[in-house]
Nanobody, 122 residues
């Protein structure tokens, strides 16, 4: 499965952005999709994920209540809606896939896209 992120950009603190993760390849509906991010000088960290049916999501504490992951079942495109953005959200955002049964395991995600830069600054 190949993934392609888009939608990043420069936004002021408190603003919003929506990222997209578009799949291509075989049977994307069998895969859970996770969003991760990597800030300069830091390791890649999980943001949240959505299961293959789109009915279950989970988030890390730092984005809970501000970020929402959704999935278009018709296209299997996964979105990351980011609201009330903070400077510490600045990072390259990646989506990755995992076999559906490993939805809950952030360590199982891979096959990363190329990433999209999100910069939160005034």
């Amino acid at each position: 499965l190949q993934l392609a992120e888009s939608g990043g950009g420069l936004v002021q603190p408190g603003g919003s952005l929506r990222l997209s993760c578009a799949p291509s390849g075989s049977l994307p509906h069998l895969y859970a999709i996770g969003w991760f991010r990597q800030a300069p000088g830091k390791k890649r960290e999980a943001v949240g994920c959505i299961n293959n049916s789109g009915k279950k999501t989970k988030y890390v504490d730092s984005v809970q209540g501000r970020f929402t992951i959704s999935r278009d079942i018709a296209t299997d495109t996964v979105y990351l809606q980011m609201n009330n953005l903070k400077p510490e959200d600045t990072a390259v955002y990646y989506c990755g896939s995992a076999p559906g049964e490993y939805y809950n395991d952030y360590g199982s995600y891979g096959d990363w896209g190329q990433g999209t830069q999100v910069t939160v600054s005034s």
